[in-house]
């Protein structure tokens, strides 16, 4: 067996750079898969902790509603009613100067022992956390990362305001879930977070044990809900993102695994000599199988094991990425870092080594099947299976739409389609290349050109090997191109939205301003901004949460005097507005419109101040800040049935003759202006893009890899390709061709293909764009995106096949052009 | 008092009512046996006697005999660093069948000058109560504990009562007591009729160690005629008995080498009440002690401590938490002509909640028979 493996192995040992470029395609393809698992993993695990590890052993919590929970109700829990084992909650948001976002979670420490008795444990004599005002604990992380020593003064903003705090005590948790819960966490006594916070008299949250059986009303406004549907809800939210960075890191994969495929199955090809006379020596078809196995599996292990240097690395990048992503649309935290496990690195490892056995399975059991004889046949049976491929491309084509429509909401059989849309695509190429082929070698040879026929018709010839390079790199191509269709359609989408949405001239928030952690303006800012004699109309908009009987809702609360709403999905503006300020009505987001499959007509049961109320969706909306979904109401609907919370943005409209930086500028130096975000609607549009190009930074990350692996796939398959035409080549020189010809014919062949890769990238990559912005965007955040097509990316698109081509044959074109006729035809 | 040495979790509370106790029972009648025999907690260093004589500056000291006006004693007296609110009693249905009760509230100052705060929760101290359940039919003991700060009436201690949550005792010795208070195995519903309060040591300023300084201002109600409920086990009982109320504050430390107490209140049969305490040094024998004779209309005695004889004479050991404790003592106290045996009802009367101590019924037989509480405490 050994001697098999060195006598095939002998080949790759002649052709070290094509074996470096499929390892390396191989590897980067295992890289993206492994990258994102990774980054997905530490940061679904960092996010699910922050929420587990303060969550404690509570099996259900109250959550407040619009304005909190009087505390005097928990007080009045506690002195009338036995047996309730409640810890009250106030947190918020904080940030440091540096602007990092930090949690502050206040406590009642004698609350907390058969709460949270993690934290009870860490935190011990939590004397002066009590007892002093502004005194604060921290886990050991956080203090480490921060360089902090006990007793120094933390400065921190809350809104508005600045706040001294007091690191009083670093706290060494026991277990993992707490180290990670308190990654971003000050914890402090309720009376220091209430004061902090704003929110005296008032509690966020109450955390509850409780037997299953039991019943407790919650105050008004209010809900009781599992402790687990808080976890339930994150995961829920971010599923879609992290599915869909999975699917295109396995786009990346089966681009590799097409790469492998070919220089596998290419490589078996060129060996079928050696093969044929170890078999005709005595080695069983099944020693050799083995043989060639063992070798596909240790092309596998490299390709993981580089696959996993650069897959851990690049998750580290990617993991930053994601967790600011989720940072800003989900849940303000700073990132955890990436932890390769031992499971990651089984995973990375089958992955790596199962996608090189699958490719290379195929050749391997066409080398099985072959007889001594028929290997040692220059060539391969011609069969006219291309034509047949094409059938087979048809009926993947009905599947793939056969698929789509069979659950019009399934995100994982739309993934399904779009993998199979794409094999249908690689199918069809073959029979497409050799019209392509056809169509130039006609036109050529009635133009009367020889050489130009000759190279229009070689790939044609060599179908078998020439179709799958061509398959390989199309889908590549198409791949990259498709998916920066998508992040270009959904830049204009947003575009569009940001210009009809931001109709004001300046806009201030107190928090960071796209997220619903935001605090309250200040009174006297807003009379300030009314004040201002170029303003001519004030909108407030209140960010709060309102809850239903299964969840939770974003509810955005404006109170515009004249029609206003964003974009409409379903229904007028001048239909829906009277029923906008009526009594009843709520405007829907589309993105919660699609996940919780509301209609205009529908109703939404929401607790309010009074209860249980229905409230009838007038109208549904375009929205893109998040992809939680919005309720929107207008400020005096929505005070009917709820405790108005305080503002805390400020939209203002300027008489037109107003100079919108000038007006900016002095609002800013106002002294209730003191730590706002005030932006011009220039300002906001372009701070919104940026969320959103840092939000499609891994995608783009994706698409650089899945584009390297594509010019890597290039380089293989046409330097397979080139390989083989070597004898053909040297086969014309014998005949009197000069090298310049050759060396014409040869980059002529790599061009057409080239060439033909880019141009049948175009609509293939347009298709898969379309599946990605309209079906798989919308089924999995529920937006809708209109499709643009971007001409402008196409041309690069050909040109990066063309140019990646020309390259790859350059070496074995010029290599033949330069062997004397005898030498290439032994090579051969 | 409990000694502070907890072994169930090693919790906020823990630490808490850890210095709390030690802090209450080095004020008064009691000690910190035995710290640090347990594993080495950064709270040692806070239950160190010198850091809690060093805890106690900044609060008011019981120094010199006061003026007690009641009902405003009855209240917390939040200058002071420790005060507690302590019921226990002997009961019986009317078929004979025995219990024992234990309900008990303290408070801690956490900081003597409590910072202005604009927020309710702010506070500058904590209240925590034991309740505890004798079953002398079953030789069971049931107990529990609860914590809360001194703040927005979570827990507290008015002219009208004293509470913690739910668990509540409104009204006032000299007025009558209701006392309402449920845990997970056990909930009792008692009426506690009024009885005179008697002034403790001199006027009310009990010594609690030879050196000066080391006081409490202390008064009870030994004998409270009550009847109610007790529910346990899905029963109902119907009882009636005699409860006894204490009621100690102060703020200082306990000397040095007093390792813990032993407490003792007899409602004797013939109408009297004998209350009796020792605190006891590290080698086990006697460092102070001091004993008391009142009657049903609040006349009362000191008697001689040097005359008082209190030995063990039966060990039982706790399966549980592996402590041994006394659970008969030959008593005597000569200028009474008082000698007989203490005996606990039965022998496990242990709370192994965050602190372990033993608390419960006791019977005095011999020369003055009667029934009562032993309090046992750095065993």
Redesign the interface.
């Known amino acids: 067996m050994n001697l098999l493996l060195r006598a095939l192995w002998r080949w790759h040992a002649r052709h070290p750079v094509l074996l470096a470029v499929t390892v390396l395609g191989a590897a980067l393809g295992a890289a993206s898969v492994i990258a994102i698992d990774l980054a997905n993993a530490s940061s679904r695990r960092a996010f699910d902790h922050a929420v587990r590890g303060l969550t404690g052993q509570a099996t259900h919590q109250i959550h407040a509603g619009t304005v909190g929970i009087d505390?005097?109700w928990y007080?009045d829990l506690?002195?009338?009613?036995?047996?309730v084992l409640a810890a009250p909650v106030v947190r918020g948001q904080l940030r440091l100067h540096d602007g990092a976002p930090l949690e502050l979670f206040g406590i009642?420490?004698?609350?907390?022992?058969t709460v949270r008795?993690a934290i009870?444990?860490a935190?011990?004599?939590?004397?002066h956390l009590?007892?002093?005002?502004g005194a604060v604990a921290a886990g050991a992380d956080l203090v480490a990362r921060r360089g902090w020593q006990l007793g120094d003064t933390i400065s921190v903003r809350s809104g508005q305001d600045v706040h001294q705090l007091r690191l009083r005590a670093v706290l060494e948790p026991r277990d993992e879930l707490t180290t990670v819960a308190l990654r971003d966490v000050l914890i402090c006594?309720?009376?220091?977070a209430?004061?902090t916070l704003g929110l005296?008299?008032r509690l966020s949250r109450i955390d509850l044990v409780m037997e299953p059986s039991a019943r407790l009303e919650p105050p008004p406004g209010a809900v009781l809900r599992p402790a687990s549907s808080q976890r339930a809800q994150l995961a829920d939210m971010t599923a879609a993102f992290h599915l869909n960075l999975t699917a295109l890191s396995l786009l990346a994969l089966g681009v590799a695994a097409f790469l492998v495929y070919n220089a596998l199955g290419f490589a078996l090809l060129q060996r079928r000599g050696i093969i044929a006379r170890l078999r005709a020596v005595g080695a069983t078809p099944g020693q050799i199988a083995t043989a060639l196995l063992a070798e596909t599996a240790l092309l596998g292990l490299a390709a993981s094991a580089i696959g996993i240097a650069i897959g851990w690395v690049l998750g580290g990048v990617l993991l930053e990425q994601i967790g600011t992503t989720i940072s800003d649309l989900y849940l303000a935290r700073d990132v955890a870092r990436v932890e390769l496990g031992l499971a990651s690195v089984g995973k990375a490892l089958a992955t790596g080594l199962g996608v090189a056995l699958v490719a290379g399975a195929v050749p391997i059991i066409e080398a099985w099947r072959v007889t001594p004889r028929e290997q040692l046949q220059r060539a391969g049976p011609q069969r006219n299976w291309s034509l047949a491929l094409f059938g087979v491309a048809l009926v993947l084509a009905l599947v793939a739409v056969v698929l789509l429509q069979i659950d019009e909401r399934s995100i994982a059989l739309a993934f399904v389609a779009t993998g199979v849309a794409l094999a249908a695509g690689a199918c069809a190429v073959p029979l497409v290349l050799r019209a392509w082929c056809g169509l130039g070698a006609a036109l050529f040879s009635r133009l009367g050109r020889p050489l130009a026929t000759m190279i229009w018709r070689a790939p044609a010839q060599g179908l078998r090997r020439s179709g799958v390079a061509a398959a390989a790199l199309s889908l590549a191509v198409a791949a990259a191109l498709g998916v920066g269709i998508m992040v270009a359609s959904f830049r204009g989408t947003l575009i569009d939205w940001l210009d009809a949405t931001l109709g004001a001239d300046i806009y201030a928030s107190a928090g960071a301003g796209l997220t619903s952690e935001d605090r309250p303006l200040q009174q006297a800012f807003i009379d300030a901004v009314r004040a201002a004699p170029e303003v001519s109309a004030v909108t407030l908009r209140r960010d709060t949460t309102v809850h239903g009987r299964e969840h939770s809702y974003r509810a955005i609360v404006v109170d515009p005097s004249r029609p206003q709403l964003p974009p409409l999905r379903a229904g007028t503006l001048e239909t829906v507005w009277p029923r906008f300020i009526g009594d009843d009505a709520v405007v829907v987001s589309e993105q919660l419109a699609w996940r919780r499959g509301l209609g205009l007509g529908d109703t939404i049961a929401l607790q309010t101040e009074h209860g249980w109320h229905e409230f009838s969706v007038v109208a549904i909306t375009a929205d893109f800040a998040g992809d939680r979904g919005l309720l929107y109401w207008h400020a005096t609907t929505f005070a009917r049935h709820f405790v108005l919370p305080p503002a805390d943005g400020l939209a203002a409209e300027l008489s037109a003759d107003a100079d919108v930086d000038v007006v900016c500028a002095r609002l800013a130096r106002h002294p209730a202006a003191e730590g706002l975000a005030l932006r011009s609607q220039r300002a906001l549009r372009t701070a919104s893009l940026q969320v959103f190009d840092r939000t499609f930074l891994v995608t783009e990350a994706l698409r650089v890899i899945a584009a390297a692996v594509a010019v890597l796939s290039v380089v293989s398959a046409i330097a397979a390709l080139a390989v083989e035409r070597r004898s053909a080549l040297a086969l014309l020189r014998a005949r009197g061709a000069t090298p310049g010809q050759v060396w014409a014919l040869g980059m002529g062949e790599c061009g057409v293909l080239g060439l033909f890769c880019g141009v049948i990238a175009v609509p293939a990559g347009l298709g898969l764009a379309a599946l990605l912005t309209l079906v798989i965007n919308r089924r999995s955040f529920g937006w809708t995106l209109n499709l643009d097509p971007q001409p402008g990316q196409w041309l690069p698109a050909v040109l990066t096949a063309l140019i990646a081509a020309l390259i790859a044959g350059l070496v074995p074109t010029w290599r033949a052009a330069r062997a004397t006729p005898a030498e290439a035809m032994r090579d051969g | 008092m409990a000694e502070a040495l907890p072994h169930r979790r090693p919790a906020a509370q823990r630490a808490f009512t850890a210095a709390t106790l030690a802090a209450l029972l080095c004020a008064m009648l009691a000690l910190v046996a035995g710290w640090p025999r347990g594993e080495p907690r950064a709270m040692s260093a806070a239950l160190a006697p010198a850091a809690l004589a060093a805890d106690a500056e900044g609060y008011l000291q019981a120094l010199e005999p006061r003026v007690f006006t009641f009902p405003d004693d009855h209240a917390a007296h939040p200058g002071y660093r420790t005060e507690w609110w302590y019921l226990t009693g002997n009961l019986q249905t009317v078929t004979g069948r025995r219990f024992g009760y234990q309900v008990t509230l303290f408070r801690r100052g956490l900081s003597p000058q409590p910072a202005e705060r604009a927020s309710h929760w702010g506070t500058g101290a904590m209240y925590f109560a034991h309740i505890g359940l004798s079953d002398a039919s079953t030789r069971r003991f049931h107990s529990a504990e609860r914590y809360a700060r001194d703040a927005l009436a979570l827990a507290g201690a008015d002219t009208d009562g004293f509470w913690i949550g739910d668990w509540a005792v409104s009204g006032t010795p000299d007025s009558g007591m209701d006392l309402r208070v449920t845990a997970d195995a056990f909930s009792l519903a008692f009426r506690i009729e009024p009885g005179a309060l008697v002034l403790r040591g001199h006027d009310g300023l009990s010594a609690k160690s030879a050196a000066a300084g080391n006081n409490s201002y202390y008064f009870a109600a030994p004998r409270l005629e009550t009847d109610g409920t007790i529910k346990l086990g899905g029963q109902e009982h119907a009882v009636k008995g005699q409860s006894w109320f204490d009621r100690e504050w102060s703020s200082s430390a306990l000397d040095r080498q007093q390792t813990g107490w032993d407490w003792i209140a007899v409602h004797l049969d013939d109408g009297r009440d004998l209350m009796l305490f020792q605190l006891r040094a590290a080698d086990g024998r006697r460092d102070f002690a001091a004993a008391e004779i009142s009657d049903a209309t609040g006349g009362r005695r000191q008697l001689d401590a040097d005359e008082i004889t209190l030995e063990p004479v039966q060990w039982w050991r706790s399966d549980a938490s592996g402590h041994r404790y006394p659970i008969r003592w030959r008593v005597a106290v000569a200028e009474l002509g008082l000698s007989g045996e203490l005996r606990a009802v039965f022998p496990d009367q242990e709370h192994r909640g965050d602190f372990r101590y033993w608390e419960g019924m006791v019977d005095l037989k011999g020369s003055h028979p009667g029934h009562g509480y032993l309090e046992m405490t750095g065993y």
């Open positions: 505390e005097q007080v506690q002195r009338g009613r036995g047996g009642d420490p004698f609350a907390e022992a008795p009870d444990a935190l011990g004599s939590a004397e009590i007892t002093e005002p006594d309720i009376a220091t209430q004061e005296l008299g």
